[in-house]
């Protein structure tokens, strides 16, 4: 009988693909067979064309919830009789050619047996199935089978092992399978001893209730968690993890409880029970059932960082102490998150009081993944892309023709390769300014290469000498023997949004408004406040926020002051607010250095910080951004309750063609007439989005596309949306930040050109 072969490429190993293959070609009554490979799934059956055709459209109609299919091809080749419908050993032979799943929280079918008390996995805390449970951080290599995998070294149960092998179970191929009766042990760690096979949990939750601090190993890494209505509990762990004031993030036991304290939107609620599971951004209510110690939780700012239970572990102790926890990585502030049990004991019992450790291993660490949502259009902002969605992503518009790197930026470093036209973007890495994330740089890059073999052809860095992403790229370049290629940083984020949202083959002009902090200029400058102009596959820089002094390097970034001061200084009504901020030999240092500044800047997000110092003393940086959410904040509590539009820009101040001349007219002007400081501050917000609307206008551009790190502020995203959305076609990022996560992405789109 004629022999047809099936093809299948993307997310289709670790979901279940197989099993659902056998169960779709024995209700059909198909012969033939199914396997994994290092290309994919491989499938060959007993039929003619049409009925070939047909099967393979309905396995593309009907996939398994986590798969996603990128490529599928079919073929005659040849004539074989087949007996029965069988899934066959997997293959490893081909160079890989797949995407790698990512981990992915617990389904509601687990967490239905995990609480019904007749379920034999009732209450085991790593119940998993074939659509669920951790991927990308236990495998070792591919194809993904359990061999491959840190569960390698857990025999499974007779039970589980006839699930494993039942075609028909929902765990059949669940490399992750376990039980009570083979299962993944906890081990309790504390007052210097461990307790083996550690099945208590409500000791832990007594522990949470008497102000204790445990450190929790899931998915992806430790969690450091307290009871997060113990005022004291949250400001000893702010003490212990040396961080003062950056907010911490929330893990509550359900949604409900989360609407007792949040208001929570139809697409925010998605977002936190999606597969990912991440960090939602919500605002607070005025009344807070749950008693949060608030002020110790997030100094005031008025929205708090979420998330619900994604592991069965955390579920289990969710629920039973009913109330919200701080869920923070474990770590001290500044490093990489830790996932090492043995590193756990060394540095976490520095800060936590007990460590709840399990005997699963972790290849490869993950942060939670940070998301938030603009309050007027609901427009979704990435914050931070790791757990959950590293580390591929899937845009079948995109072609990549060559295997080539892209090392990233520094602060918010993340890597990205192409390897057989998949693109593969990694997990949030950190601060590579610290030596423990540039450690988990180069393991994780190393990881990655293993798995997937990658033959690059070329490796595009960031044009700063200094970035530790950019000497490692050169490096590995130097070491291969393959060119290596720089893009300004800016210009890697316009490319970035431009190829998520499909726009390099346009025909259309495309104005891209790049805003950040800080990035190395083709001028040697500090850039920050960019307008580009693409147009026939070229970039080119336009328009840009006027020059000013940039002083002091990284103490400008950390210090508001400062760039209130180089900002405002030569405006005699603003140096007089701004002196008290600096003691008489700091003003004097100053001032001479203002007199032969080293650098300019247009950094946009140096602007912020001076309106945010000027308007409300945020003189001083307790994190990164910090300035800046504060006056989004003390513009957004005024912006939401009134119909403001852009007759309030500054811009109409003076004729002089001058942003910043006028900006700043209109700022003294306030100030002296004695405004509400937040209404000056939404004034501020509104001038930026007229900025844009005037500079789009001048060049008669009609597509407008956004990166950099400040259009993570929301406001001005809703602004932005509500004012230009009716004349102007608007791309935002839709899988990556905006913030410099997305520059790896970005190069390597500037290198397919």
Same mark, same amino acid.
């Given at each position: 009988?004629?022999?047809?072969?099936?093809?299948?490429?993307?997310?289709?190993?670790?979901?279940? *693909?197989?099993?659902?293959?056998?169960?779709?070609?024995?209700?059909?009554?198909?012969?033939?067979?199914?396997?994994?490979?290092?290309?994919?799934?491989?499938?060959?059956?007993?039929?003619?064309?049409?009925?070939?055709?047909?099967?393979?459209?309905?396995?593309?109609?009907?996939?398994?919830?986590?798969?996603?299919?990128?490529?599928?091809?079919?073929?005659?080749?040849?004539?074989?009789?087949?007996?029965?419908?069988?899934?066959?050993?997997?293959?490893?032979?081909?160079?890989?050619?797949?995407?790698?799943?990512?981990?992915?929280?617990?389904?509601?079918?687990?967490?239905?047996?995990?609480?019904?008390?007749?379920?034999?996995?009732?209450?085991?805390?790593?119940?998993?199935?074939?659509?669920?449970?951790?991927?990308?951080?236990?495998?070792?290599?591919?194809?993904?089978?359990?061999?491959?995998?840190?569960?390698?070294?857990?025999?499974?149960?007779?039970?589980?092992?006839?699930?494993?092998?039942?075609?028909?179970?929902?765990?059949?191929? &669940?490399?992750?399978?376990?039980?009570?009766?083979?299962?993944?042990?906890?081990?309790?760690?504390?007052?210097?001893?461990?307790?083996?096979?550690?099945?208590?949990?409500?000791?832990?939750?007594?522990?949470?209730?008497?102000?204790?601090?445990?450190?929790? =190993?899931?998915?992806?890494?430790?969690?450091?968690?307290?009871?997060?209505?113990?005022?004291?509990?949250?400001?000893?762990?702010?003490?212990?993890?040396?961080?003062?004031?950056?907010?911490?993030?929330?893990?509550?036991?359900?949604?409900?409880?989360?609407?007792?304290?949040?208001? %929570?939107?139809?697409?925010?609620?998605?977002?936190?029970? !999606?597969?990912?599971?991440?960090?939602?951004?919500?605002?607070?209510?005025?009344?807070?059932?749950?008693?949060?110690?608030?002020?110790?939780?997030?100094?005031?700012?008025?929205?708090?960082?979420?998330?619900?239970?994604?592991?069965?572990?955390?579920?289990?102790?969710?629920?039973?102490?009913? /109330?919200?926890?701080?869920?923070?990585?474990?770590?001290?502030?500044?490093?990489?998150?830790?996932?090492?049990?043995?590193?756990?004991?060394?540095?976490?019992?520095?800060?936590?009081?007990?460590? %709840?450790?399990?005997?699963?291993?972790?290849?490869?660490?993950?942060?939670?993944?940070?998301?938030?949502?603009?309050?007027?259009?609901?427009? /979704?902002?990435?914050?931070?892309? !790791?757990?959950?969605?590293?580390?591929?992503?899937?845009?079948?518009?995109?072609?990549?023709?060559?295997?080539?790197?892209?090392?990233?930026?520094?602060?918010? &470093?993340?890597?990205?390769?192409?390897?057989?036209?998949?693109?593969?973007?990694?997990?949030?890495? $950190?601060?590579?300014?610290?030596?423990?994330?540039?450690?988990?740089?180069?393991?994780?890059?190393?990881?990655?290469?293993?798995?997937?073999?990658?033959?690059?052809?070329?490796?595009?860095?960031?044009?700063?000498?200094?970035?530790?992403?950019?000497?490692? $790229?050169?490096?590995?370049?130097? /070491?291969?023997?393959?060119?290596?290629?720089?893009?300004?940083?800016?210009?890697?984020?316009?490319?970035?949004?431009?190829?998520?949202?499909?726009?390099?083959?346009?025909?259309?002009?495309?104005?891209?408004?790049?805003?950040?902090?800080?990035?190395?200029?083709?001028?040697?400058?500090?850039?920050?406040?960019?307008?580009?102009?693409?147009?026939?596959?070229?970039?080119?820089?336009?328009?840009? %926020?006027?020059? *000013?002094?940039?002083?002091?390097?990284?103490?400008?970034?950390?210090?508001?002051?400062? &760039?209130?001061?180089?900002?405002?200084?030569?405006?005699?009504?603003?140096?007089?607010?701004?002196?008290?901020?600096?003691?008489?030999?700091?003003?004097?240092?100053?001032?001479?250095?203002?007199?032969?500044?080293?650098?300019?800047?247009?950094?946009?997000?140096?602007?912020?910080?001076?309106?945010?110092?000027?308007?409300?003393?945020?003189?001083?940086?307790?994190?990164?951004?910090?300035?800046?959410?504060? %006056?989004?904040?003390?513009?957004?509590?005024?912006?939401?309750?009134?119909?403001?539009?852009? &007759?309030?820009?500054?811009? =109409?101040?003076?004729?002089?063609?001058?942003?910043?001349? =006028?900006?700043?007219? $209109?700022?003294?002007?306030?100030?002296?007439?004695?405004?509400?400081?937040?209404?000056?501050?939404?004034?501020?917000?509104?001038?930026?989005?007229?900025?844009?609307?005037?500079?789009?206008?001048?060049?008669?551009?009609?597509?407008?596309?956004?990166?950099?790190?400040?259009?993570?502020?929301?406001?001005?995203?809703?602004?932005?949306?509500?004012?230009?959305?009716?004349?102007?076609?608007?791309?935002?990022?839709?899988?990556?930040?905006?913030?410099?996560?997305?520059?790896?992405?970005?190069?390597?789109?500037?290198?397919?050109?």
């Amino acid at each position: 009988m004629t022999v047809f072969h099936i093809h299948i490429q993307g997310i289709v190993q670790g979901v279940g *693909f197989r099993p659902f293959v056998y169960k779709l070609a024995i209700s059909q009554g198909l012969n033939g067979w199914v396997n994994n490979t290092n290309d994919g799934v491989h499938i060959e059956i007993n039929a003619n064309k049409a009925t070939a055709e047909s099967f393979l459209q309905e396995i593309l109609d009907k996939l398994p919830p986590l798969a996603v299919v990128t490529s599928a091809t079919i073929k005659p080749v040849g004539d074989k009789d087949f007996k029965g419908f069988e899934i066959i050993q997997s293959e490893g032979k081909q160079k890989p050619n797949l995407l790698l799943t990512p981990d992915v929280a617990m389904c509601e079918d687990c967490r239905r047996e995990l609480h019904n008390p007749k379920d034999r996995r009732y209450r085991y805390p790593f119940i998993t199935c074939t659509n669920c449970g951790p991927r990308y951080s236990i495998i070792t290599a591919l194809p993904y089978d359990r061999p491959n995998t840190t569960m390698d070294k857990f025999k499974m149960c007779p039970v589980c092992w006839d699930e494993y092998n039942n075609p028909l179970e929902r765990r059949h191929f &669940s490399q992750t399978n376990s039980c009570p009766d083979c299962a993944v042990e906890l081990q309790l760690y504390e007052n210097g001893k461990i307790t083996e096979n550690f099945t208590d949990l409500d000791y832990i939750v007594r522990q949470w209730n008497k102000g204790k601090i445990i450190a929790i =190993k899931g998915i992806g890494g430790y969690l450091l968690t307290c009871d997060a209505t113990n005022k004291k509990a949250v400001q000893t762990l702010r003490e212990r993890k040396h961080r003062p004031v950056k907010p911490f993030a929330l893990m509550y036991p359900d949604l409900e409880s989360i609407r007792q304290d949040a208001h %929570l939107s139809k697409k925010e609620e998605k977002e936190l029970k !999606s597969i990912h599971s991440p960090i939602v951004l919500l605002a607070l209510k005025k009344h807070l059932e749950n008693q949060l110690a608030l002020n110790e939780i997030n100094s005031g700012l008025t929205r708090i960082g979420v998330m619900i239970p994604y592991t069965p572990l955390y579920d289990l102790l969710l629920s039973t102490f009913g /109330k919200p926890i701080i869920a923070t990585s474990g770590n001290i502030t500044g490093s990489t998150i830790i996932y090492d049990d043995k590193k756990a004991i060394d540095e976490l019992s520095e800060i936590a009081d007990i460590i %709840l450790m399990n005997n699963r291993d972790i290849v490869i660490p993950q942060d939670d993944g940070v998301v938030q949502f603009s309050k007027e259009s609901q427009q /979704k902002i990435v914050l931070r892309r !790791s757990r959950g969605k590293a580390p591929v992503y899937i845009n079948p518009n995109l072609k990549f023709d060559k295997d080539v790197l892209a090392t990233g930026s520094m602060l918010k &470093s993340v890597f990205g390769f192409s390897s057989n036209g998949n693109v593969y973007i990694s997990q949030f890495l $950190g601060n590579t300014e610290t030596y423990d994330a540039q450690v988990n740089y180069e393991k994780t890059f190393e990881h990655l290469i293993n798995i997937l073999k990658p033959e690059f052809k070329a490796v595009v860095t960031d044009k700063h000498p200094d970035y530790f992403a950019t000497r490692f $790229g050169k490096e590995f370049a130097r /070491k291969n023997n393959i060119p290596v290629y720089e893009i300004q940083h800016h210009k890697a984020h316009f490319y970035s949004v431009l190829g998520e949202n499909d726009l390099l083959q346009s025909n259309e002009k495309i104005l891209g408004i790049v805003w950040d902090g800080t990035g190395l200029g083709d001028d040697g400058n500090i850039w920050g406040g960019e307008f580009f102009l693409y147009e026939n596959k070229q970039i080119k820089r336009i328009a840009h %926020l006027p020059e *000013f002094d940039f002083i002091l390097a990284d103490k400008m970034v950390k210090e508001p002051r400062i &760039s209130a001061l180089a900002i405002f200084h030569s405006y005699k009504e603003l140096s007089e607010i701004i002196k008290p901020k600096f003691s008489k030999t700091e003003w004097n240092i100053y001032q001479k250095l203002l007199q032969n500044p080293p650098l300019k800047s247009t950094s946009m997000g140096r602007l912020f910080d001076a309106v945010s110092s000027l308007l409300f003393d945020n003189d001083l940086h307790h994190f990164e951004a910090e300035a800046s959410m504060r %006056l989004e904040q003390k513009a957004a509590e005024l912006y939401y309750k009134n119909n403001f539009d852009l &007759s309030l820009s500054y811009l =109409k101040y003076s004729s002089r063609d001058n942003f910043l001349y =006028k900006l700043i007219k $209109g700022i003294i002007s306030d100030i002296n007439n004695g405004l509400d400081r937040k209404l000056i501050a939404v004034k501020f917000h509104l001038t930026l989005v007229d900025y844009i609307r005037q500079t789009a206008g001048k060049l008669q551009i009609k597509h407008l596309a956004f990166s950099g790190g400040v259009f993570q502020n929301a406001l001005l995203v809703d602004m932005i949306i509500q004012h230009l959305k009716e004349k102007y076609f608007l791309y935002f990022h839709k899988e990556f930040s905006p913030n410099d996560e997305g520059i790896a992405f970005g190069q390597m789109v500037f290198l397919n050109e």
